[in-house]
């Protein structure tokens, strides 16, 4: 057992943990492209599944109030960034 061997081990154990180092990055990184991604469908694609029309047909179906229609009416907008409206 020369000193050869134990460089060559200590040489080979370096190279084993940069490799192990690289796949995590690359794991990293692809866990947070697949995030971004799949949030940005989310946000773009997902189908709006209440708006103000169906909050008009609950209005005009007596489901709610006229009160309760304008307060989550002034919610939805706001909620959008627009401002409120004279109705």
Not at 3 to 28: K, M, Q, R, Y
Request: a negative charge; one cysteine or more; glycine letters at 12%.
């Amino acid at each position: 057992m020369g000193t050869g061997s134990h460089s060559d081990a200590i040489a080979e154990l370096l190279l084993w943990c940069a490799v192990g180092l690289v796949g995590f990055l690359l794991l990293a990184l692809f866990a947070v492209w697949m995030r971004r991604r799949t949030l940005g469908q989310r946000e773009s694609g997902a189908p709006n599944l209440f708006d103000l029309g169906t909050l008009q047909r609950l209005r005009d179906e007596e489901a709610i109030s006229e009160h309760e229609y304008k307060v989550l009416r002034s919610a939805a907008i706001r909620a959008l960034g627009g401002g409120e409206r004279e109705s």
